[in-house]
DNA sequence: GACCAGGCACATC
DNA sequence: GATGTGCATGGT
């Protein structure tokens, strides 16, 4: 039987309490951590934004003024560090073009055309658009990642096939719309991420199968 | 040395 | 429409 996600949601805050997510200090870090998160470990992440701003460059403004090579060495630690440049060019030019580079701006619309326009960046998913929707913006947006559909999969809740939106509407269907808790959420759940490691066939040693036995069912795949 | 990390776009069939 | 591949550094 499928515990509710607020079952899940209570084991984990239990078990490991508030992430005081998102890592960063400013909704731009927020929206560059994004972008250079991808396919990432934070860690290197961290790197590169300790450059950024060590370089004084965190502001729409000031990144906007330089020049690929100097953006490409700062963030290499992040890896891919080339098409990161071109990703994190494309949104500069976006946020200065549309919105005169001010983030006030581009939230105060509503958060469908915002999406939209996230979206249709070159370099910028799903799962980046949202995680600058919920954690730069504060809009109630579940954020999902592979370790969502790890998780959902594995323990037979959703789907194998099941793609971004109908995760994201799992969420969103059986949780009150609330930043605080798709923030939170969706923290713990990359807290507990690598437990849901890639060549692993099934969840040894699952947090959640200790803490919801009765939902402990794995799908091995 | 192999494998993995908080994706995404693009090529090819 | 599905499936495969490139992108790159740093930790285990």
């Not at 078990?15 to 470990?41: D, K, M, Y």
């Not at 954690?135 to 998780?151: G, K, Q, S």
Request: net charge negative.
């Amino acid at each position: 039987m499928t515990p509710s996600l607020h079952d899940i949601y209570q084991a984990l805050w239990e078990r490991f309490g508030p992430q005081n997510w998102w890592p960063g200090e400013s909704p731009f870090e927020v929206i560059v951590g994004a972008v250079l998160v991808q396919n990432t470990a934070w860690k290197n992440v961290e790197r590169a934004i300790d450059q950024l701003r060590a370089a004084e460059v965190l502001s729409p403004q000031a990144m906007a003024q330089l020049h690929d090579e100097e953006l490409a060495e700062l963030i290499r630690p992040a890896g891919y560090y080339r098409l990161k440049t071109r990703r994190l060019r494309n949104l500069l030019n976006y946020l200065v073009d549309h919105h005169e580079g001010d983030l006030d701006r581009l939230f105060a619309q509503n958060r469908e055309t915002l999406r939209a326009e996230l979206l249709a960046i070159n370099g910028v998913g799903p799962e980046t658009a949202d995680s600058i929707l919920l954690y730069a913006a504060e809009l109630p947006v579940f954020v999902v990642d592979t370790y969502t559909h790890r998780m959902l999969a594995r323990h037979g809740w959703i789907d194998y096939d099941a793609d971004y939106h109908q995760m994201q509407e799992f969420f969103e269907n059986q949780l009150e719309a609330d930043v605080s808790l798709f923030n939170e959420f969706h923290a713990l759940i990359v807290r507990v991420g690598h437990l849901y490691c890639r060549k692993q066939p099934k969840c040894e040693e699952c947090p959640l199968c200790d803490l919801l036995p009765e939902g402990g069912i794995v799908e091995p795949w």
